[in-house]
């Protein structure tokens, strides 16, 4: 039976328009490591899906995806390539026994530089082109020059602007400057969508984690984002759990629905479900489509397809049977 | 088979773990299992079976046997018979045994997890991930105990023959808890499983012949209550390890009562959970899962009381009722399920009527909207709000997963609601401000503390209770204790030499004294108004001693209980004061060997060496003061886990009848060098000695109330005693109907007791067993869990 797949909203109809730095708010953040980690450990313990219902899970996880490359050797080719798989991820026959047919990725992610090739490539589809930004990875470089690549990237196309935030700005508890700084990012975006990467690796404290997360919540995050994939530690589900915890508490007392975006390290399917079930454990079912819930990677991609097609044909693949990115 | 359509909302669908390979299992036995007793399988003499039920389905699993008086007495003849041998092992031949123990429990991990998720109707997550790999590592753990037997210990030898009754919740799990320490020890076992859930043991006897064990060294026998009383009342059982309920372990220190038996109790608790207003929320909010919901509530340590600071009570309230909405209840084999089944109707019949009266008394009620399963025993989680103290689901253990949440406006009082119950098994304590949590932690009168966490249970931990949540620990090298005893004594002093009493020098008679009582720190007279002659050796009258009554008791208990500040003292201070009054009676040196002369007819000599031993002990429990350290636990988390002893609180000391002096120096100077306070009953004939130290105590700056003395009537005000539930512990040295009579009283509150047929040559030992026996005896070991990390 073969269904066309109905690509959901990239992202929500409101947008969360911030709110003024709650500085006592803040202050109230408490983690407790040891706790948080406990849960994390019984994340994938706890809850599992199995046969028809993993299919589901991995071709949702499949949506969710920011097929993603950041690459110092990057070209047009491999750019154009990976829109290519972006459009296709699942081979015609398996997206037709799977009944998935026109599944797509959630965006495309790239540097700036190919923005234009990314656009191009994509052009006719309404599928988002989301560039890094701010001096990406390490943000070391003067606001001005951060507020005009973003303005630059918008320009040429890109519809989703993942940011780096100053770290510099969390390690010495500038709380008010970093909302300065993701304010400014939020207003340069205009309409392109601003995830911000609060990049936890650097961050020393999961304390610190969920209070630049919120930080940049009330700054007017439309997602707020683990790891640039550059940094020492990348996702991690205890990371992923005060984040996220965040953003609940954020909806709770705002009313306003912010995004996630785990990246960095996520490579197995085994990953992919864990995180799933973590969004669906502490936000809901409202945060398993595309619209709030994204996931920042590119080889999952090829592990996810060789699971489903052990769920079509009962045998193990392999990696050359499926077209790559 | 095809995705047909990515649905929007995600549902996990079934996970179901394979039942097969327990099921299977179950029919290579037909379903009908025998007793394994002597290293066989046998049918049970009275060829009685009773029906194993799946709690998930309600059918019929197996059937097991009900072991008989006969069956009983060959399981207790086939250990005693192994013991012999056993015991004698090297200790690096019962590691071995051990380690194989473990070594097969790990081989066979799946098919134990998959049992007992089908007996008990415990998730698979939780036999598989909790249950099972804590059996294993209580195998290990303790197969290195029996490695270090013979050079940690020296001085000990095993007890004998082991009597261990074991509750349904964790069925192999608490057979781990029991056996390895058993074994590791050189002691034999006779394990009943509880009749709901068997076939995790009955496995486990399997796995015991596998491993080579010689015969009669385990016995696992099946049966219910009958089975059980049975064991307990057996005279060939030198110790009964009970886990189960307060009211079965009541009756159980009844019916072992002047029996010399040993007996450690792990029973009922109805442990606070505390939440400060400075805690990770959503943290906490998955501590109350772990807590309440973990084993659907059927864990003796269930932190069941939530105690949540005013100012976060709603936000914190809204967070777990969110939770629960998202819990999944169902078939305990499904993978993704967080709360199983109910064990046995009776006990979801327990449940329900409990909370129907927790509805009935006026607390609010809330269970998420989702429904449970029809078929099998189920039961949702439930919240209590609303609710007092005074509520009898607040102060009930439900065994169930109902919580019932009050809350608090400073920290003494959410440390009066933790001590609020008669039980005093765990709790749990949340904040981010260590020194908080640190302060509520001591106060908190529990075997073991949580610092934000719950329910970690790890081999080297000790884990038992106070107050009524029983006695004895299972684990940490505390827990060993309850399986090894202080061998026989050799190169004890004999400490009387006969002699002439001293004669009575004629003329000017003394200036007539009037010992009273000493209570609260005065001399007070005794309620009856009555007096007690005391004859010398010769039959002379000597002095008269205030008759004591029940209101004597009373008023030195109320006493006591109110120099609580001596617990909270520091034992340097308490060191500074035995030592005062060790110089105080040296100054008295003479007068006191007199006494005693004159009261026993032992000569001056003999008495004054009495009186130098009795200093030499005050100065050795001044040593003791700051010296009894507690352990720091190497258990596998990243947690600080401190094993501490403290002191249990108000101890009863019934002194012995002969050493006047010396006997009763030893059984207050170590109760109150640990910080107990101490209410003592000199020795009946020969009262003058202690009478003589109030002066004594009076001039050594001993805080009042620290030290209480009631003269009179050993016996009368002995039960007394026993029976005040405001006393924490009893000693008591005299004869078999007294050892009897005080062990049956004492379970009014299940206080610990210490009580032993005269054995005069115990005080007059100086070897350090002696200290760490008196040092043991006036403890009891908390152990605190701090996890770190930022």
């Not at chain 1, 001005?144 to 508890?173: C, M, N, Q, Y």
């Not at chain 2, 026998?221 to 009970?242: N, Y």
């Not at chain 2, 777990?320 to 009776?346: F, Y």
């Not at chain 2, 001993?702 to 002995?718: D, E, W």
Request: contains cysteine.
């Amino acid at each position: 039976m073969v269904t066309a797949v109905r690509q959901p909203a990239a992202m929500p109809e409101i947008r969360n328009p911030g709110i003024a730095l709650d500085l006592d708010w803040v202050r109230e953040v408490r983690i407790n490591r040891s706790a948080v980690e406990r849960r994390a450990a019984t994340m994938g313990t706890r809850r599992t899906v199995k046969k028809q219902w993993q299919a589901a899970w991995l071709l949702n996880a499949i949506r969710c995806l920011d097929l993603t490359t950041l690459a110092g050797d990057d070209t047009p080719g491999n750019v154009r390539r990976l829109c290519a798989k972006a459009l296709h991820p699942l081979r015609q026959d398996m997206e037709d026994d799977l009944g998935a047919v026109g599944i797509r990725v959630g965006a495309v992610c790239v540097y700036h530089n190919l923005v234009p090739v990314a656009v191009d490539a994509l052009s006719g589809t309404d599928l988002p082109v989301a560039a890094v930004s701010t001096g990406f990875p390490a943000g070391q470089i003067p606001l001005p020059i951060k507020l005009d690549e973003i303005r630059t990237s918008v320009r040429a196309g890109a519809s989703e602007i993942d940011i780096v935030i100053s770290r510099s700005l969390v390690l010495t508890g500038s709380w008010r400057a970093l909302y300065d700084e993701v304010r400014a990012f939020r207003e340069a975006c205009g309409d392109a969508h601003l995830k911000t990467i609060v990049a936890s690796g650097d961050l020393a404290t999961l304390r610190n984690v969920g209070m630049a997360s919120l930080v940049c919540m009330m700054a007017g995050a439309d997602f707020i984002k683990t790891s640039t994939g550059k940094e020492s530690v990348n996702a991690t589900l205890p990371v992923g759990l005060v984040m996220t915890r965040a953003i609940r508490d954020y909806a709770e007392r705002t009313g306003f629905r912010v995004g996630f975006k785990p990246a960095g390290g996520i490579r197995t399917t085994k990953q992919a479900l864990e995180w799933e079930i973590l969004m669906k454990e502490e936000l809901g079912d409202d945060w398993l489509h595309p619209d709030l819930f994204r996931i920042g990677a590119s080889s999952v991609l090829t592990d996810i397809e060789r699971q489903l097609s052990y769920f079509l044909t009962g045998r193990y693949a392999a990696d050359h049977h499926f077209p790559m990115p | 088979m095809t995705v047909t359509e990515i649905p929007s909302q995600l549902e996990y669908g079934p996970a179901p773990e394979s039942r097969e390979p327990g099921i299977d299992w179950i029919a290579q036995h037909d379903a009908r299992f025998g007793l394994f007793i002597n290293g066989h399988w046998s049918a049970p003499e009275g060829g009685e079976y009773f029906d194993v039920l799946n709690p998930a389905t309600g059918l019929p699993l197996a059937s097991a046997a009900e072991a008989g008086p006969h069956d009983v007495d060959a399981a207790v003849e086939s250990a005693r018979n192994a013991f012999a041998s056993w015991s004698q092992l090297p200790g690096h031949t019962r590691a071995r045994y051990l380690y194989a123990l473990a070594r097969q429990v790990q081989r066979h991990s799946r098919l134990f997890a998959v049992l007992e998720s089908l007996d008990n109707g415990k998730p698979i997550r939780e036999s598989r991930d909790i249950d099972i790999p804590l059996v294993a590592r209580h195998f290990y753990y303790h197969a290195g105990w029996a490695q270090l037997m013979h050079t940690e210990f020296p001085g000990y030898e095993s007890v004998g023959v082991v009597g261990q009754i074991i509750p349904w919740n964790f069925p192999l799990l608490m057979l781990a808890w029991k056996i390895a320490p058993a074994l590791a020890m050189g002691n034999t076992v006779v394990l009943k499983p509880a009749e709901f859930t068997p076939l995790t043991a009955l496995l486990f006897g399997e796995v015991v012949e596998r491993a080579g064990l010689p015969p009669g060294v385990v016995n696992i026998i099946t049966g219910d209550g009958r089975t059980g009383e049975l064991m307990v009342s057996h005279p060939g059982v030198d110790k009964i390890a009970f886990t189960g309920s307060t009211e079965v372990g009541r009756i159980i220190r009844r019916t072992t009562a002047g029996s010399g038996k040993k007996l450690s109790l792990e029973l009922g608790g109805k442990s606070p959970f505390v939440v400060f207003d400075d805690a990770d929320l959503d943290s906490v909010v998955e501590g109350v899962v772990d807590a309440i919901w973990f084993n659907q509530g059927q864990v003796c340590c269930a932190g069941s009381r939530l105690l949540v600071q005013e100012s976060v009570e709603e936000r914190l309230l809204a967070k777990i009722r969110a939770r629960m909405e998202r819990l999944r209840i169902g078939d305990p084999l499904d993978k993704a399920v967080d709360i199983g089944a109910i064990v046995a109707p009776v006990q979801l019949q327990k449940i329900q009527s409990l909370v129907q009266q927790g509805v009935e008394e006026g607390a609010e009620m809330w269970q998420p909207s989702w429904a449970c399963p029809q078929e099998g025993f189920f039961y949702p989680p439930t919240l209590f709000t609303n609710v007092s103290p005074a509520a009898t689901i607040a102060q009930v253990e439900i065994f169930g997963p109902v919580l019932v949440s009050m809350s608090f406006r400073t920290p003494a009082e959410a440390v009066a609601l933790a001590n609020n119950t008669p039980y005093g098994l765990a709790a749990s304590v949340w904040s981010e401000n260590i020194n908080l949590t640190l302060d509520v932690a001591r106060q908190i009168k529990a075997g073991t503390v949580w610092v934000n966490s719950t329910n970690l249970f790890d081999a080297a931990s000790g884990f038992g209770g106070y107050r009524e949540s029983g006695y004895g620990r299972e684990g940490g090298r505390e827990g060993l204790f309850e399986y090894m005893k202080p061998a026989p004594r050799e190169g004890a002093i004999s400490g009387e030499t006969a002699g002439e009493p001293d004669a009575t020098a004629p003329g000017v008679p003394p200036i007539d004294r009037t010992p009273k009582l000493f209570i609260g720190g005065k001399q007070v007279r005794p309620d009856s108004g009555y007096s007690t002659v005391i004859r010398g050796a010769s039959g002379q009258v000597i002095g008269e001693v205030g008759t004591g009554n029940r209101k004597d008791v009373r008023n030195a208990v109320e006493a006591a209980q109110a120099a609580r500040a001596w617990s909270d003292s520091f034992g340097h201070q308490r060191a500074q004061i035995l030592y005062y009054m060790a110089e105080n009676l040296s100054a008295r040196q003479d007068e006191f060997a007199g006494r005693i002369s004159l009261q026993t007819g032992r000569s001056r000599d003999d008495a004054a060496e009495e009186v130098d031993r009795s200093i030499e002990r005050l100065f050795t429990f001044a040593a003791w003061a700051d010296k009894f350290d507690g352990l720091v636990h190497h258990t596998p988390f990243r947690t600080i886990s401190i094993a501490m002893p403290e002191p249990i609180g108000v101890m009863a000391a019934v002194a012995p009848r002969e050493l006047p002096l010396l006997g009763f120096i030893s059984v207050i100077a170590s109760p109150i060098s640990m910080g107990n306070r101490v209410v003592a009953v000199p020795s009946e004939a020969y009262p003058l000695s202690a009478t003589d130290l109030y002066q004594v105590l009076e001039t050594s700056d001993l805080p009042a109330g620290v030290v209480n003395i009631v003269t009179g009537p050993r016996a009368a005000v002995a039960s007394v005693l026993a029976a005040h539930d405001n006393v924490d512990a009893i000693w008591y040295f005299g004869d078999d109907q007294g050892v009897r009579d005080v062990e049956a009283a004492s379970a009014g509150n299940m206080k610990r007791t210490w009580a032993h047929q005269e054995d005069r040559d115990l005080w007059l030992l100086t070897a350090s067993g002696l200290d760490e026996l008196l040092l043991r005896e006036s403890t009891q070991v908390k152990n605190i869990w701090v996890p770190y990390g930022e």
